[in-house]
Structures are given as C-alpha cells and as structure tokens.
C-alpha cells in the first residue's frame, strides 16, 4: 500500500473517532469523550504523522 493511501486510511479514521467521540460526549453526556476528540483535532497533523512512523517501523 502507498504511503498516499495509508494517509488517507488514517486521516479517515481520525475523522471518524473525532465525531464518534463527539457523539458519545454529547449523548451519554462524557465529559472525557470531549477532550479525547477536541485533542485529536488540534493534534490531528501529528498524530497521523506518528501513526504514519509506526506503521513504517512495524512494517520493517
């Protein structure tokens, strides 16, 4: 798989743990849920960047 296409599996995947955990946050009213994902937002560039290393240092 190209390095092109794993960036977009895991920017995807990113986007859906975001609105998942802003949906749980706002319907069981969780607190942390809303950290978790406003976190994941503000970090999202270097987060896919560490996701994008270790898929690299465990495919090797």
Same mark, same amino acid.
């Given at each position: 798989?190209? *390095?092109?296409?794993?960036? +977009?599996? %895991? /920017?995807? #995947?990113?986007?859906?743990? *975001?609105?998942? =955990?802003?949906? !749980? #946050? @706002?319907?069981?009213? !969780?607190? *942390? =849920?809303? !950290?978790? =994902? /406003?976190? @994941?937002? /503000?970090?999202?560039?270097?987060?896919? /960047? %560490?996701?994008?290393? %270790? @898929?690299? =240092? @465990?495919? +090797?």
């Amino acid at each position: 798989m190209t *390095i092109e296409k794993q960036r +977009h599996y %895991l /920017l995807y #995947g990113n986007r859906a743990v *975001i609105y998942v =955990a802003s949906l !749980v #946050g @706002l319907f069981y009213e !969780v607190n *942390i =849920a809303y !950290v978790v =994902a /406003l976190t @994941l937002w /503000l970090w999202l560039p270097q987060c896919l /960047l %560490l996701e994008l290393n %270790l @898929l690299k =240092a @465990l495919r +090797h």
